[in-house]
T-cell receptor
Framework: AQTVTQSQPEMSVQEAETVTLSCTYD???????LFWYKQPPSRQMILVIR??????QNATENRFSVNFQKAAKSFSLKISDSQLGDAAMYFC??????????FGDGTTLTVKP | DTGVSQDPRHKITKRGQNVTFRCDPI?????LYWYRQTLGQGPEFLTY????????KSRLLSDRFSAERPKGSFSTLEIQRTEQGDSAMYLC?????????????FGPGTRLTVT
């Protein structure tokens, strides 16, 4: 099965603290890319961070970084120095060159002031 | 780059009626995706186009659903004989082959309510 599993339906973090969102995936594709997207309430989905599966180095974008464990098919997102604007639903996803696309069911992140 | 647009943003229809949604992708993007998203769930893949060709269609998509992208630019998604279970947000996304990672750019969605 080609799936994405986000085991944490809800997470909460104190402002300025660090939080990690978990994601595991399963795919038989050899050429794929992994993503974290953010969907704020009533707003459209935007990209947070991407990881090419053929790269061992973990991607980083400012306060956002990933821990990519290819053998374990694990792709977690770490948000450092959490801000109120980080509150949203976060989706883990993989896409392939051939056009296949699968999303997880999301993790709702609450940021407490 | 004006982003992905979708029309209408909201649609309320009675069960049994047909509805059609439109998506305009980013102009240089040759791949276009349709997803369905219900409350608290992730986007569920429906279908995708590369240029005007529909290359994949979800097995979850019943015969009441059809999508077109006649000139490789905008796309339409039609639902015939709507049912209450069709109530959802319908998302469109686009991307371009040749991008380094195939990230998708999403539109704001069309929220369908079937009464």
């Amino acid at each position: 099965a080609q799936t994405v599993t986000q085991s944490q339906p809800e997470m909460s973090v104190q402002e300025a603290e660090t939080v990690t969102l978990s994601c595991t995936y399963d795919t038989s594709e050899s050429d794929y890319y992994l993503f974290w997207y953010k969907q704020p309430p009533s707003r459209q989905m935007i990209l947070v961070i991407r990881q090419e599966a053929y790269k061992q180095q973990n991607a980083t974008e400012n306060r956002f970084s990933v821990n990519f464990q290819k053998a374990a098919k694990s792709f977690s997102l770490k948000i450092s120095d959490s801000q109120l604007g980080d509150a949203a639903m976060y989706f883990c996803a993989w896409h392939t060159n051939a056009g296949k696309s699968t999303f997880g069911d999301g993790t709702t992140l609450t940021v407490k002031p | 780059d004006t982003g992905v647009s979708q029309d209408p943003r909201h649609k309320i229809t009675k069960r049994g009626q047909n509805v059609t949604f439109r998506c305009d992708p980013i102009s240089e993007h040759n791949r276009l995706y349709w997803y369905r998203q219900t409350l608290g769930q992730g986007p569920e893949f429906l279908t995708y186009f590369q240029n005007e060709a529909q290359l994949e269609k979800s097995r979850l998509l019943s015969d009441r659903f059809s999508a077109e992208r006649p000139k490789g630019s905008f796309s339409t998604l039609e639902i015939q004989r709507t049912e209450q279970g069709d109530s959802a947000m319908y998302l469109c996304a686009s991307t371009r082959t040749g991008l380094s990672s195939y990230e998708q750019y999403f539109g704001p969605g069309t929220r369908l309510t079937v009464t």
